[in-house]
């Protein structure tokens, strides 16, 4: 079974302050990694995703996020928001021969001027 | 290249009624997926299908609720006998084989019973 853990259900930053958004996961097989960022009253768009590679993905609106296979983290960063990054985000895991996607409970953004 | 179609955007049933929400996968996604999400609340996965196949409904309650994927046409999520409980926004995701795209969701229909 997989599950995901998003340390923080809400995140309030300053414009222009650099963000971390914490996401932990487990599962017993190898792991593809998402965050994906939801607006009021809309579906989720793709910030960024894991498949496998490079442990330092980069991802749109200048989002990253770097996967720990031994902390089985993928923080999501941001080194400098705008209010329009104000939103819910969420990290989700699948693997193995599963393509279920599992999320976490999300952590709402709020980006103040 | 159309992304994932879901209608309708806004469905309102009274109790009792069926509802039937439809979810049209990207040109070559071949998976599909159901979720629903309730106020203050994550996704949480209902179903997955590929064509005339489900894989995994572990998240479907056990009644009231079918889903399926049919040869042509879109994806339907049925809910029979809606109750109050059943008012969320339902999500429709789809995939390739690979992830290539990782998963591209639809922009939801959300259920009001009253």
């Known amino acids: 079974a997989q599950s995901v853990t998003q340390l923080d259900s809400q995140v309030p930053v300053f414009e222009e302050a650099p963000v971390e958004l914490r996401c932990n996961y487990s599962s017993s097989v190898s792991v593809y990694l998402f965050w994906y960022v939801q607006y009021p009253n809309q579906g989720l768009q793709l910030l960024l995703k894991?498949?496998?590679?490079?442990?330092l993905v980069k991802g749109i609106n200048g989002f990253e996020a770097e996967f720990n296979k031994s902390q089985t983290s993928f923080h999501l960063r941001k080194p400098s928001v705008h209010i329009s990054d104000t939103a819910e985000y969420f990290c989700?895991?699948?693997?193995?021969?599963?393509?279920?996607?599992?999320f976490g409970k999300g952590t709402l953004l709020t980006v103040n001027p | 290249n159309a992304g994932v179609m879901q209608n309708p955007r806004h469905l309102v049933r009274r109790r009792g009624q069926e509802a039937r929400l439809r979810c049209s996968p990207m040109k070559g996604h071949s998976h599909v997926y159901w979720y629903r999400q309730l106020p203050e609340e994550g996704l949480k996965f209902m179903v997955y299908?590929?064509?005339?196949?489900?894989?995994?409904e572990s998240g479907m309650p056990k009644e009231r609720f079918s889903a399926e994927f049919p040869k042509e046409g879109p994806s339907i999520l049925r809910i029979q006998q809606v109750v109050r409980g059943d008012s969320a926004a339902y999500f429709c995701a789809s995939s390739d084989r690979d992830l290539l795209y990782g998963y591209t969701f639809g922009s939801g229909t959300r259920l009001t019973v009253v």
């Open positions: 299908l590929q064509k005339e196949n489900i894989i995994d």
């Open positions: 894991y498949l496998s590679g490079s442990t």
């Open positions: 989700a895991v699948s693997g193995g021969s599963n393509y279920k996607l599992t």
